[in-house]
């Protein structure tokens, strides 16, 4: 197939197109490689889809440019033709969304309109989009279900997922066009962004330096794999979304409908406490961490738990990796990618 990856040059979206590359799919991915964290890393994995294509020969290709002007996407569109897009770009970050608002409305609500026009437009078979476990928000029932209402965020990030799921259910109900949200629960692994805890923990521990554990290290969260998440989206894409012929308007699933649109978990189904997870990292990295504790931060939800129920029995597949294989493996890439050889 061809596969439209937008946000190829991110974290998820660099192993989602890897693994489709390597599957056979021609991929190509757009990007417009900001600098909202290092754009080094970026050009990086950017480098090494680009090693892939010439050892796959599949075809990648790559657009420089921004989402949220529609002459970009349109472009795009209008020089391929796609049997799956892939929506991954995205300004991420909760922490950021309390200081730059307008960035997340750009990304997030315009830019995403922009796919959503294109897909109907060229007729996509199916659209399949990340969103995030932050939609829960002020929700405690866990674990986490898709099946029950999700409409409490706590930061403005978290509300811009969820008006992406709700903007695309109405592009199924109204044009019958299949499309998949994915809910995906604390990513890490290889290739990392660098804002994320994992990347500063390791950074700091390395240097010597204290690490910050918020909510005094109470916190648990439902820490996935990335090589997880791309499996969980790939084999998702693959499975256009069909109307729920179950869905009873008097009775309304959140995650189903009687358009073809669905909403689905991916996590790794094992909630850890924050202070286990840096005991894995200091394992990993054989050395011991300097812990400071702070309150809980506006924004911030306590605890996150997957159910991955729906994932499991529609694609066949739901995340395995445990966290001291994932930081294991973090830790060689961080090493490596730094040239750390201590």
């Not at 795009?76 to 309390?98: K, M, T």
């Not at 990340?130 to 405690?140: L, R």
């Not at 995906?184 to 660098?194: E, N, S």
Request: aromatic share 12%; proline share 6%; glycine share 6%.
């Amino acid at each position: 197939m061809k596969i439209l990856v937008t946000g190829a040059a991110g974290f998820i979206g660099y192993h989602v197109s890897k693994r489709l590359m390597e599957r056979g799919d021609e991929v190509v991915g757009i990007d417009s490689v900001n600098s909202y964290y290092d754009p080094e890393i970026k050009e990086a994995r950017l480098r090494l889809l680009d090693e892939a294509n010439r050892r796959t020969n599949s075809g990648f290709h790559f657009i420089r440019g921004n989402l949220a002007e529609k002459s970009v996407v349109d472009a795009c569109f209008a020089a391929h033709a796609f049997d799956r897009v892939i929506h991954l770009a995205a300004q991420a970050g909760v922490r950021y969304s309390l200081e730059n608002p307008h960035a997340y409305v750009e990304s997030n609500i315009i830019a995403y309109t922009n796919m959503l026009e294109a897909c109907r437009a060229s007729r996509v078979a199916h659209l399949t989009y990340a969103s995030t476990s932050s939609v829960y928000g002020a929700n405690t029932d866990m674990p986490f279900s898709e099946h029950r209402p999700a409409d409490h965020p706590l930061q403005f990030y978290a509300a811009t997922k969820r008006a992406n799921e709700l903007m695309a259910h109405s592009y199924s109900h109204l044009f019958g066009m299949p499309t998949t949200g994915l809910r995906f629960f604390t990513v890490y692994g290889p290739w990392g962004r660098p804002d994320m805890a994992l990347f500063q923990f390791t950074k700091n521990i390395l240097a010597g330096e204290p690490i910050k554990l918020f909510n005094n290290g109470n916190h648990t969260r439902d820490f996935t794999y990335v090589e997880d998440i791309a499996e969980g989206v790939i084999r998702a894409s693959d499975q256009p979304a069909a109307p729920n012929p179950d869905w009873k308007s008097t009775e309304p699933d959140p995650a189903t409908s009687n358009a073809p649109w669905r909403i689905f978990n991916i996590g790794n189904r094992k909630p850890v406490e924050l202070t286990e997870y840096v005991k894995a990292l200091e394992t990993a990295l054989g050395t011991k961490a300097i812990i400071e504790l702070f309150p809980l931060q506006p924004g911030d939800v306590p605890d996150t738990y997957a159910d991955t129920t729906e994932l499991k029995n529609t694609v066949g597949y739901s995340p395995r990796t445990t966290i001291e294989e994932g930081i294991g493996r973090f830790v060689e890439w961080y090493k490596s990618y730094f040239r750390i050889h201590a």
